[in-house]
């Protein structure tokens, strides 16, 4: 299965040392099971983000920006999409995934909109 460009993008930028990259949510998993004793809850949301990522529709979403908060747990993302629609189904899915989701500001461009998306556990 071929995986959408963004995910691929997000994970390439989280873990630069991986060379291969043939199973998305198996090796996203991997990293998750090596995090020392669960301490490392970002990559439990990364997860569920890329899982997203790869979802119908959503896959259109591009991550330009992520930044994480260890203090609150949550994680801050800046996206582009070719419109509302996609943004909306990649809250839908991780809203459906558990996670509690929150639209920021979001403004149509010429590239499309864009929006930024805080997610907490």
């Known amino acids: 299965m071929l995986m959408p460009r963004p ?11 991986d060379s291969k990259l043939i199973n998305l949510r198996a090796q996203f998993d991997q990293h998750l ?3 020392t004793g669960g301490d490392s809850p ?10 997203a990522l790869q979802a119908d529709g959503a896959a259109l979403v591009q991550v330009n920006q992520l930044d994480y908060s260890a203090t609150r747990g949550d994680l801050s993302l800046q996206l582009q999409a070719p419109g509302f629609a996609e943004l909306e189904r990649l809250r839908e899915r991780l809203e459906e995934s558990g996670l509690s989701v929150q639209m920021g500001s979001a403004s149509r461009e010429a590239e499309g909109v864009s929006a930024r998306v805080l997610i907490g556990g």
């Open 7 to 17: 995910a691929r993008a997000l994970y390439r930028e989280l873990f630069p040392q």
């Open 33 to 35: 099971a090596q995090s």
């Open 42 to 51: 970002v990559l439990g949301l990364l997860a569920e983000v890329a899982a």
